[in-house]
């Protein structure tokens, strides 16, 4: 079967499990709320996950862009086909595994989400290899923002997974945990800043913490070290804008 047209279908088969989760809802509970049964001191508030309609939009502009005729011989995008295909299996299964139940094969299935989109994020060279036009919005800025909203959502996942199996967080309080794993995340995003001068990932990140500051702020500490961070990244992510571009690197082979 064309590569191109397996791309497609991944991206339907992925769309089609989400809509049905929610729209059944799979398992009686739909996505958020089985979310919120978990009272877990990294989740954001509920406007933040509105970010899933920007991840599907943008990567349906990358199924139709790597589908056309005129990107037939484009080797840097097709190179992320199989990638891009594992993430949809991954992504599918995460979402059964979460509505039924499974809470470590859901993790399990979104670290694999998670190295899948590493894998496709380091193929196309994003942040390193300048792509213009069409592509940089179709290809290069769907990756960076699902991978920026996955690293968050693996956080998340591993928290809850954590918390329902009754983990004592090596003794630290509920609170201190959570400043640990926002601190954490944000490091990751000022090193993609640094590395790869991913705006788009970084700006993911704001978007989350700053989620998680009006949701938790009752809860001082970890409503402002995600304030904090949310500022810090915005910041960094605001300079970084200004400097130089990254140099023009060889287009993957297929």
């Known amino acids: 079967m064309d590569r191109r047209l397996v791309v497609v279908l991944a991206l339907a088969l992925t769309l089609a499990v989400n809509y049905l989760a929610n729209a059944l809802p799979l398992g009686g509970r739909s996505t958020g ?17 509105a970010v899933w309609g920007a991840i599907y939009l943008g990567l349906t ?6 589908a056309l005729p ?9 190179a992320a086909a199989p990638w891009f295909v594992a993430s949809c299996l991954f992504n599918a299964g995460w979402v059964v595994a979460w509505h039924y139940g499974g809470l470590g094969l859901s993790l399990a299935l979104m670290l694999g989400l998670l190295l899948s989109l590493v894998g496709a994020y380091r193929t196309l060279a994003v942040g390193r290899y300048p792509a213009k036009g069409a592509e940089r919005w179709a290809v290069d800025l769907p990756f960076s923002v699902y991978l920026g909203w996955v690293t968050v959502a693996s956080v998340a996942n591993a928290s809850v997974v954590l ?3 009754g983990w004592d967080r090596w003794g630290l309080p509920e609170a201190a945990w959570a400043v640990v794993m926002i601190s954490a995340a944000g490091l990751i995003g000022l ?16 978007w989350a913490f700053a989620g998680v500051a009006v949701r938790q ?18 910041l960094a992510l605001l300079r970084r804008a200004a400097g130089p571009r990254a140099r023009a690197l ?5």
């Open 217 to 234: 702020w009752e809860t001082l500490p970890v409503g402002l070290a995600a304030a904090l961070w949310a500022l810090a990244l915005a």
């Open 250 to 254: 060889p287009i993957p082979e297929v």
């Open 191 to 206: 090193l993609m800043l640094g590395l790869r001068r991913d705006l788009a990932f970084a700006g993911v990140l704001v």
């Open 163 to 165: 918390y329902a199996s």
């Open 61 to 66: 502009a990358y199924a139709v862009y790597q």
């Open 33 to 49: 709320e089985i979310s919120d049964s978990f009272p877990v001191l990294f989740t954001p508030a509920g406007y933040v996950f």
């Open 70 to 78: 005129a990107q037939r011989g484009n080797a840097r995008v097709h």
